[in-house]
């Protein structure tokens, strides 16, 4: 069975400038999370989705950061503009029934680093 | 307020040993669920194990095994004759029932010395 696959693996930017991350989850599993995670901190959750709808974006920073997920499966995570303090990995998750099973699947993740 | 405190940042030890990875956990919820993560360097986070907050048991699979003690907030994760292989971050979190959103503690890098 193929993991959540996210694209690109590294990216470097220079502050105010935009940048696009992408989540394919494992097939069938209908709620997808973004998560950031900052160097030496555990991962924070951005947003989560179930199938197309947003269940909780709570933590992200709507000024600056845009999420969606059309057609309930692949999604994207958009930065714009980006700043300094937007350096870490950013984790995309999906799962089956997080409260039947408590098992989040995780991508290797997408590192962003801003200059 | 939900709040996971992994309180050893980093530790090393000898192929063979045996360590101990602590955390202690903050919830005003009485049903909630528990979990380690293991995120090698490679960088994704590979689920390890959940528990319920009704099951205090504790549970052995392999050289892993955790220890959940309601009375102290306290979901330690034991390694026992440690390898090389196991080397990586560990990640305690909490997730409260009904709401799926796991809150993650800072991490602990261990580190096993060959």
């Known amino acids: 069975e193929a993991g959540v696959a996210q694209s690109p693996r590294y990216k470097i930017i220079e502050k105010r400038q935009s940048v696009a991350f992408w989540c394919n989850p494992i097939s069938g599993h209908a709620t997808l999370y973004w998560y950031q995670q900052i160097l030496g901190q555990g991962p924070k959750l951005l947003i989560q989705?179930?199938?197309?709808?947003?269940?909780?974006d709570s933590q992200l920073p709507k000024d600056r950061f845009s999420a969606e997920r059309l057609k309930g499966v692949d999604s994207t995570l958009k930065i714009q503009p980006a700043k300094l303090e937007d350096s870490a990995v950013y984790l995309c998750a999906s799962s089956l029934n997080p409260t039947n099973t408590g098992e989040l699947f995780f991508g290797e993740g997408s590192r962003l680093t801003v200059l | 307020a939900q709040k996971v405190t992994q309180a050893q940042t980093e530790i090393s030890v000898v192929e063979k040993e045996d360590v101990t990875l602590d955390c202690v956990y903050e919830?005003?919820?009485?049903?909630?669920?528990l979990f380690w993560y293991k995120q090698p360097p490679s960088g994704e986070l590979v689920f390890l194990i959940r528990r319920n907050s009704f099951d205090e048991q504790n549970e052995i699979s392999g050289r892993y095994s955790w220890n959940f003690q309601k009375s102290t907030s306290s979901f330690n994760f034991t390694i026992t004759a440690s390898q090389v292989v196991d080397s990586a971050v560990y990640f305690c979190?909490?997730?409260?029932?009904?709401?799926?959103?796991?809150?993650f503690g800072t991490g602990t890098r261990l580190t096993i010395i060959p």
């Open positions: 919830t005003r919820d009485t049903t909630y669920y």
């Open positions: 989705f179930q199938n197309n709808g947003v269940v909780d």
């Open positions: 979190a909490l997730m409260n029932f009904g709401n799926e959103k796991l809150t």
